[in-house]
Structures are given as structure tokens and as C-alpha cells.
């Protein structure tokens, strides 16, 4: 048996068949008496011929009170009884009278706008179904299809019935993505109300490299190697910190894999994003020494509110430029690696700071004054060799993955 409109509808949408028929009545209802403000109407529905008519009706008065200029007459809601007679021949005054509307009679403007409110009402109550199974799918990795791009964001159909978001913010800086192809997407948020679709995806999330970590480091999933925190800036670059729970592995090496193969697969799945791996150290100041490798610091200044990294000079400055890194980018993820505020001081701009530090006429120490307004514990730290920190020789594996 062929179904009809709304039995098809309803089941597309995820919704009743009841509710269906109340949301298009809801619709050609609120929609009509927004062109006719104040008519007297009824919409019933057909199953028989599945069609929707508004029965509008009239009040049947008198020639004479319609044609009075000083009357009431209200020509929504009453008709006169000649037009009337024209309809049924019988009626007669205080009578009511109906005329049938379909919605192919309708403008086409209002058609347009019966069909919107149609869509915005059965939306509300089809997102109520996707939240209530989607919900708990948040945080989890999915592969599906772009179909479109539109004002910036992606639609991607999760499979026959439901489709998600992936909005600007969301996306890889840089990535513009194949319609018809598959990619792997972060699921972000499940929107319990919302005009739009309401499963909102990711390429842009940490949750997208944690997975992909998983699927490619087995000493990850094995709790043999600790993933500590991810910084990133998607599209621009990934900062991961790594620590080794099993004396004797290298997580560093864990991480690139045999010729760089498991680092790879990563970048492959996020348009070759750049990603540098730290060695995690419960020592600050190594920690730091770790983070803004292979740049080779000369000491690290640490207070309450701020961490300054002092860096060496260096030909054209390279070495602090490349902390810094491309309009700031390598010192945001440090502060996000840090949850500290983070500045780069040169040498020679420390030197020019001490000069002008004085107390009492008395030559201060470097424990006792503070960088710039009112900074503290100030204490130097030296370059570490590797004899001193008991680390692997990694410097060779990382030449080729950690360049700024």
C-alpha cells in the first residue's frame, strides 16, 4: 500500500503521524490568519485524498448593514446575503456559511511560507528525537560525508535520516573539504533545541587528536605511555606532552613511530597540521626546557602570576622568533600547555633590566627582584645538557617532526 504525504513525512522526520497532521494544520492555520488577521477558519485534514482544506467561514447579514458605512460590517468574518445566496440558494441571515480553501488555491507566497512553518514546527520535535539518541554519542569520533557547504559551514550526512553541522569555528584553518568525500569528525555537541540540525561536529577539537593517538600508538592504549595535555590551534599546529609509565620507553619515539609512520597517520587525518611532541617532567623549569625545544633556552623565571623564558641571542633573532612562532602561535600553545600567562625576554633585554634594578646602593641578587612591575622568584636556570635531565637522545628522531 502506497503511503501517503504525511505517513511518509512522519517517518523521515522521526515523528507520529498525529503529530505530523497537527504540525501542517498548526502551520496553514497560523500562516493564513497572519495574511487575513481575525478570519474564522477550521483545517481539517483528508486522509482520504491526503490534502489539508481551511474551511473559512462567514456570518451571512443583510444587504443593507454591508452596504451601511456607519455599520459594523467586518468583511473577514460576515458576507452579505445576495453573495451568500450564490453559494446555497437556502442560507439565510445569522447563518453560517463556509467557503473551502486548499493549498493549492493559496498565493504562492503563503504556499512558501505554510511550507517553512511546516519544517521549523516538525524540526523542533524531530531534534527532540536526535538529542534523546545522540546525546550520549558526545565526544566520540565519526566518519560521514560532506553534501554541502553554505555561509561558511558543512553539512554532513551521518547516515540516511540524520545529518550534522560543522560550523566555521569548528573546522581546520586552511582545510577546504570535498563534497561527496568522508572525513572523520569529532562530535562536538547535541543541541536539545535548535532551527538547524542539532548534532554540531568538529575537525578543530582535541578530541579528533586524542582519537586518532588511540587508533595509532598501541602503548597509549596500553597505559604504557600518558598522554598529559594537548594544546592546539587547529590548522596551524599541535603541542602534545607525552610521559613514559614503563621505565626503559621512549614516548617520544612511541609517539613518531618507525620512520615517522604513526606521527603521520595523525597529520594525515587532519590536512598535515603540524604537530611537535614534548616529554613531560614534573620539574617546571625541565618541563618548560622540553616545551620549547629544540630552541634552547637559557633560563626560565617563575612567579605567581607570569613565566618568563629568557631566550639566547641569536643571529636575526631566530630563536625567539620561533618561540613566538608565526603571529604568536607557538606562545599560545605554550600558555595553554602552562595555564600561565608566558613572555620571552632576550639576554640582553634581562641585562638592561638588571642594570636597572638598585636597593639601598647594594649589588641585589637574582632572587630578589622581579621582571617588569612587581614578578618574583627570579632564578636563573642553566642550559641542561642530556647527562643532567637522564633523558633519551631524541634530538635526531625530532629534527624532522618539531621544526617551527
Known amino acids: ?28 492555520s497560523n500562516v493564513y490568519l497572519s495574511e487575513y488577521e481575525g478570519a474564522n477558519i477550521d483545517v481539517e485534514y483528508n486522509k482520504n485524498n491526503d490534502s489539508f482544506i481551511i474551511h473559512r467561514n462567514f456570518k451571512v447579514v443583510s444587504d443593507e448593514f454591508a452596504d451601511d458605512e456607519n455599520s459594523s460590517y467586518d468583511d473577514e468574518n460576515e458576507i452579505p446575503l445576495s453573495k451568500a445566496k450564490k453559494i446555497n440558494p437556502k442560507i439565510s441571515i445569522n447563518a453560517t456559511i463556509g467557503q473551502d480553501i486548499t493549498l493549492e488555491g493559496l498565493d504562492k507566497h503563503l504556499q512558501k511560507k505554510i511550507m517553512q512553518t511546516l519544517n521549523h514546527n516538525i524540526s523542533i ?10 546525546n550520549d554519542k558526545k565526544g566520540k569520533v565519526i566518519s560521514s560525508e560532506v553534501i554541502s557547504e553554505e555561509n561558511g559551514k558543512y553539512t554532513v550526512k551521518i547516515n540516511e535520516e540524520i ?5 566555521y569555528d569548528e573546522q581546520i584553518k586552511g ?4 563534497l561527496g568525500k568522508k572525513y572523520s569528525f569529532f562530535v562536538k555537541d547535541v543541541l536539545e533545541h535548535s532551527r538547524d540540525w542539532p548534532i554540531i561536529l568538529s575537525r578543530a577539537d582535541i578530541g ?20 598529559k595535555k594537548i594544546a592546539r590551534l587547529a590548522g596551524i599546529k599541535t603541542k602534545i606532552v ?10 617520544i619515539g612511541s609517539m613518531i613511530g618507525p620512520g ?40 626560565v623565571i617563575i612567579s605567581d602570576d607570569l613565566i618568563s623564558i629568557i631566550c639566547n641571542e641569536s643571529e636575526n633573532n631566530t630563536d625567539m622568533q620561533k618561540l613566538i612562532g608565526r603571529q604568536g602561535s607557538n606562545i599560545k600553545l605554550i600558555q595553554k600547555l602552562l595555564d600561565r600567562t608566558v613572555e620571552i625576554i632576550s639576554v640582553s633585554e634581562l641585562d638592561e633590566l638588571k642594570n636597572d634594578i638598585s636597593v639601598n ?5 637574582y632572587s630578589n627582584f622581579g621582571l617588569k612591575n612587581t614578578r618574583k622568584s627570579f632564578t636563573p636556570t642553566p642550559r641542561r645538557d642530556k647527562s643532567d635531565t637522564g633523558t633519551t637522545d631524541y634530538e635526531d628522531l625530532m629534527n624532522e617532526f618539531n621544526k617551527d
Open 163 to 167: 545529518f550534522g553541522i560543522l560550523p
Open 208 to 227: 579528533l587528536i586524542k582519537y586518532f593517538i588511540n587508533l595509532n600508538v598501541p602503548e597509549v592504549q596500553e597505559n604504557i605511555i600518558e598522554i
Open 1 to 28: 500500500m502506497t503511503k501517503t504525504f504525511i505517513e511518509t513525512l512522519a517517518e523521515k522526520k522521526k515523528i507520529s503521524v498525529e503529530y505530523a497532521i497537527d504540525s501542517f494544520k498548526d502551520a496553514l
Open 125 to 134: 520535535e524531530s531534534n527532540k528525537f536526535i538529542y534523546k539518541n545522540w
Open 260 to 299: 615517522g609512520s604513526r606521527i603521520n597517520a595523525i597529520k594525515k587525518e587532519i590536512n598535515n597540521e603540524q604537530i611537535d611532541i614534548v616529554k613531560y617532567n614534573d620539574d617546571l623549569k625541565t618541563y618548560i626546557t622540553n616545551i620549547c625545544y629544540p630552541v634552547k633556552i637559557n633560563s
Open 361 to 365: 646602593n647594594e649589588k641585589v641578587e
Open 175 to 178: 582545510e577546504k573539504l570535498q
Open 242 to 251: 607525552v610521559n613514559s609509565l614503563q621505565e626503559g620507553i621512549d614516548p
